[in-house]
């Protein structure tokens, strides 16, 4: 029943977003003002917030206001909570401590119908159709909030009945095998859940013909996976960027993200605070504009993105975010404490076949190791071929470790970390 009344309250706010998604900019920033100072306004009779900001916050100084980390939103967690009645209806999440310390969050009606319409958005925009065949390779977690109760991981949304639902934590060979029978038209999942799905489904020779889109979320893309969809499947690839504290962005028909303005206001900052201009890499901080309960404030995610500006060609007007290139323990640090990206890295292990699966883990700032599944060791001229190409990219100063695993774990929500720094 969650379901259901989930998708009727937030109806409303997804056609207001048909309309918001078009508007001039000046209107959109008028819309954001608005709201910024209601969160302000609720944030203030909040005992973490008014303890952090000594006094009533204004709008003009809000550039200026302590950035929130993860770590943090505990003692805001619990500030809100020392406060409601017993009676007080919420709902709440726990977030799945990939990129930080696992943290409890609170939200309101308000917050969740955006959520959700901004998801349905996203979806729609991109040719889904709740009423045809979908598979959905999900976490338990995200089971249980969708459907209190369920008994089975591979079950037909009540509230959606072209929707099937398959725990991601199966056995890949097995979900393949599964996702071929039902032969859907789309599939939403995790990019690594994705990934090893493809691959699993081309190793067994086995064709979805009504395929059409594939939608995927919660972590980095890689190109290699979007080539693959289409050299294999000849479908493409609809982004998200969404996290369980809110949902920031997606990825248009065009092929832009388009931040999701009406729900939260982003911002891109160096290492100093400072905003960062169009084309350079930036923390990403997020202020929620229709969670009254738990406002979020200058939050930092952990994540970090490519500033954008410009329009967009499929006409939409909402603000464009770049490509989202990867979270703190994702990206590594060069000697003298440069961020780097690590796509370099990975691209050199897509093109090594020796390898099933790879993680590559930053140890130290002189020690990087590449655990992988393979049914035979590296060879001495493989592992050195990939040094030589690591190297320049890690510096010469840097060694770089191979190991052999039977499996590369996945986190408790289901994800895989393709890269992890230990020093993040």
Not at 354 to 360: A, K, L, N
Request: glycine content about 6%; charged content about 25%.
């Amino acid at each position: 029943m969650s379901a259901w009344l989930n998708i009727m309250r937030a109806a409303p706010r997804f056609m207001r977003m048909l309309r918001s998604q078009y508007w001039p900019r000046q209107t959109m920033l008028e819309y954001q003002r608005l709201h910024l100072a209601i969160t302000l306004a609720a944030a203030a009779k909040i005992p973490f917030y008014r303890q952090r900001f000594g006094s009533d916050p204004a709008i003009e100084d809000f550039a200026k206001l302590p950035i929130l980390s993860r770590a943090e939103a505990a003692a805001l967690h619990d500030s809100v909570r020392a406060q409601l009645p017993a009676d007080a209806q919420y709902a709440r999440a726990t977030s799945s401590g990939t990129s930080g310390p696992r943290a409890d969050y609170l939200f309101d009606r308000s917050h969740q119908s955006s959520r959700y319409a901004a998801r349905a958005r996203y979806l729609l925009a991109n040719g889904w159709n709740p009423l045809q065949r979908s598979v959905w390779l999900v976490g338990r977690g995200f089971l249980e909030a969708w459907e209190p109760g369920y008994e089975d991981p591979r079950f037909v949304s009540r509230a959606l009945p072209g929707v099937r639902f398959i725990a991601n934590s199966n056995d890949l060979a097995a979900l393949a095998a599964e996702v071929a029978r039902i032969d859907p038209r789309f599939i939403y999942g995790y990019p690594s859940v994705l990934d090893g799905a493809l691959r699993a489904l081309t190793a067994a020779k086995l064709r979805i013909p009504s395929l059409r889109r594939l939608f995927a979320g919660a972590e980095v893309i890689e190109d290699s996976l979007r080539e693959r969809a289409r050299r294999d499947f000849g479908v493409e690839i609809s982004a998200n960027y969404g996290s369980t504290e809110a949902f920031l962005a997606w990825e248009c028909p065009a092929g832009n993200y388009h931040q999701n303005s009406e729900h939260v206001l982003i911002e891109l900052v160096d290492e100093a605070g400072r905003a960062v201009a169009p084309g350079e890499m930036g923390r990403v901080l997020f202020t929620t504009l229709e969670n009254y309960l738990m406002p979020l404030i200058r939050y930092d995610i952990g994540d970090y993105a490519l500033a954008m500006d410009g329009e967009c060609r499929c006409g939409r007007t909402l603000p464009l975010l770049g490509r989202v290139v990867g979270r703190g323990m994702n990206l590594f640090r060069s000697a003298d404490g440069k961020l780097l990206t690590t796509w370099d890295l990975v691209n050199v292990l897509i093109e090594t076949p020796e390898m099933d699966m790879y993680q590559i883990v930053q140890k130290t700032l002189r020690l990087v190791i590449v655990k992988y599944v393979a049914p035979n060791p590296l060879t001495t001229e493989v592992e050195a071929r990939i040094r030589a190409l690591f190297l320049p990219f890690l510096g010469r100063e840097v060694s770089v470790d191979f190991e052999r695993v039977t499996e590369i774990a996945r986190t408790a929500a289901g994800k895989f970390m393709i890269t992890i720094s230990e020093l993040a």
